[in-house]
């Protein structure tokens, strides 16, 4: 974790109290040791600041309250202007939006509009992974229209990690990682010391660590993500790593973490925050209470949320609630209400091609039917599964799994155990990644 580069952020964190020693610490001996000049330069321009006569100090700051408002002018013209431009590529066609960026001479360009299309790629993530790339795309390519900026590098860093995440979300993993590591050689290179940037390149390279099952890993990012969201004061983005680090905790078992976690991340969230933070944090609470067995208190809790689904219409995120419910039924011994929630998922997931999903219900319903001996129906099901598996070009070992698995049930052998190891196993190889509605957030 030597990757990123001491800043003076950092040092008046620590003076203020909001930053431990130690970790600062454990900072500089990972990096300020490795002899990185960008940290020299950081550290030498905050001791420099430190001596300076507290007088001279005092001055500077009286001069720079009168230039705040000659400032503050333009940045808002930039801003309305970067509006004017959002809204007339959205109502092109994306074919279009690309060639209004190439045959531009001097507009879309400006640092605004690069986060302006950020945030319009990441609200599309959640049910739009291809559209939220397309997004990040032009913000990209927004930012090397204009590399002079003062803050081309962040941009470009937060552009490229927006195009890896959106590339994540479609199972693109080996192009991920191609664009992190881009992301990470800037940083590393051109000194990119904002915690803001860093803590957002690691926020969504754990959500892939999170993904490929490499949990220690993304246990890491997204702790160092939630202290570094601090330090920017930006507590909705805070939240979303602490609720990323509860499902790390949930996929490998710790569902007591979860919970706490999840509860810590509900605590930083205010009236005001993002509606799809308090979305995920609650349904990922009642997921997890469900998974430790406590169905009650889950029910309990989406009874409570209800009014918060309602703002949620989409598919994705009514689907899950369904499924959700189907879980709590099933663990209370209702197995007709199960079914029904189990087969209206299931049905929905294939309508909008969410394969994986829809194999994973599967498995839910198989289970269902094995505890009511219903044989010839968990047959019928591993004959639908095989079509729906090959059209998301699984890879072969999950295939041979599930062939596997139809050949069992063809000659009525298949148990609830076998159907649960193959849950596992398409877990463990990226299919199914059903931890919680997390995987859907940037």
């Not at 319009?120 to 930012?143: C, D």
């Not at 169905?295 to 949620?312: C, G, H, N, S």
Request: glycine share 4%.
């Amino acid at each position: 974790m030597d990757d990123i580069h001491i800043s003076r952020e950092l040092y008046q964190a620590v003076e203020q109290g909001e930053l431990s020693r130690d970790v600062l610490g454990d900072l500089q001996a990972q990096h300020l040791l490795a002899r990185c000049p960008h940290c020299r330069v950081e550290a030498e321009a905050y001791a420099f600041r430190r001596k300076a006569d507290p007088s001279t100090w005092r001055r500077f700051l009286q001069s720079l309250s009168l230039l705040i408002p000659r400032w503050m002018a333009p940045e808002e013209r930039e801003l309305r202007g970067a509006r004017r431009e959002l809204a007339e590529l959205l109502a092109l066609s994306p074919e279009d939006r690309e060639g209004r960026l190439t045959t531009a001479r001097s507009r879309f360009r400006s640092p605004s509009l690069v986060r302006l299309l950020l945030e319009e790629s990441r609200r599309r993530l959640p049910g739009q992974p291809a559209e939220a790339l397309h997004f990040a795309e032009l913000a990209w390519k927004v930012a090397n229209r204009n590399p002079g900026t003062p803050e081309f590098y962040e941009l470009y860093v937060l552009a490229t990690a927006a195009r890896a995440n959106a590339c994540r979300a479609q199972d693109e993993n080996s192009q991920a990682e191609e664009l992190f590591a881009l992301a990470r050689q800037i940083m590393d290179k051109h000194g990119v010391t904002d915690p803001a940037v860093i803590a957002r390149v690691d926020d969504l390279m754990g959500s892939l660590r999170k993904d490929q099952r490499r949990f220690p890993e993304a246990e890491r990012l997204l702790k160092r993500a939630a202290v570094l969201y601090g330090l920017a004061r930006s507590h909705d983005d805070q939240a979303r790593a602490l609720i990323k680090l509860a499902d790390t905790y949930c996929a490998r078992g710790s569902f007591g973490q979860a919970i706490e976690t999840t509860q810590t991340a509900l605590g930083l969230l205010g009236p005001q925050s993002d509606p799809f933070l308090h979305l995920c944090a609650h349904y990922n609470r009642a997921f997890y209470l469900v998974s430790a067995g406590h169905l009650d208190e889950a029910a309990d809790q989406l009874e409570m949320d209800e009014p918060l689904y309602r703002r949620f219409p989409e598919p994705w995120a009514r689907l899950r609630l369904l499924w959700l419910r189907g879980d709590i039924a099933a663990g209370k011994g209702d197995l007709a209400a199960a079914e029904q929630a189990y087969l209206e998922t299931r049905e929905g997931f294939i309508v909008h091609q969410w394969g994986y999903d829809a194999a994973m219900v599967s498995l839910d319903l198989a289970i269902l039917y094995l505890r009511a001996e219903r044989l010839t129906d968990v047959q019928q099901l591993a004959e639908e599964m095989l079509p729906i598996f090959q059209a998301q070009d699984v890879d072969r070992e999950s295939m041979a799994a599930l062939r596997l698995f139809q050949a069992a049930a063809h000659r009525r052998e298949v148990t609830v155990d076998r159907v649960r190891e193959l849950a596992a196993r398409l877990r463990q190889t990226g299919a199914g990644r059903r931890i919680s509605m997390t995987s859907l957030s940037s």
